[in-house]
Nanobody
Framework: EVQLVESGGGSVQAGGSLRLSCAWS????????MGWFRQAPGKEREGVAR????????????SYADSVKGQFTISKDNAKKILYLQMNTLELEDTAMYYC?????????????????WGQGTQVTVSS
């Protein structure tokens, strides 16, 4: 069982930066793949899957969606048990609810269906 709590969302003007944090806690030891997903307003109601923005495997290997390469950076501090997402040069299209997620089985993809544990999300709103 893994608990995930996101923070750091908010409102920012286009071109600005934000850093999201996800504090995790677990009652069992395991190697986790962790990631950040996002869902734009209204898309959940339409049944659109959450977009896998960036993921990081237990060995530090990272993977990014093409839409955020060079713009977002995922990292984690294992000692503090915090996952980060540094978001730079934010655009209107980055407005979404951002979710932290984790799983402990083999592989570390950006597919929503692979993830067993989810946080409640933190809202990011980019304005012009």
């Amino acid at each position: 069982e893994v608990q995930l709590v996101e923070s750091g969302g908010g409102s920012v003007q286009a071109g600005g930066s934000l850093r999201l944090s996800c504090a995790w806690s677990t009652t069992t030891y395991s190697d986790y793949c962790m990631g950040w997903f996002r869902q734009a307003p209204g898309k959940e109601r339409e049944g659109v899957a959450r977009e896998g923005v960036a993921v990081i495997d237990h060995d530090g290997t990272t993977s990014y969606a093409d839409s955020v390469k060079g713009q977002f950076t995922i990292s984690k501090d294992n000692a503090k048990k915090i996952l980060y997402l540094q978001m730079n040069t934010l655009e209107l299209e980055d407005t979404a609810m951002y979710y932290c997620a984790a799983h402990s089985h083999w592989g570390c993809s950006r597919s929503q269906g692979e993830y067993d544990y989810w946080g409640q999300g933190t809202q990011v709103t980019v304005s012009s």
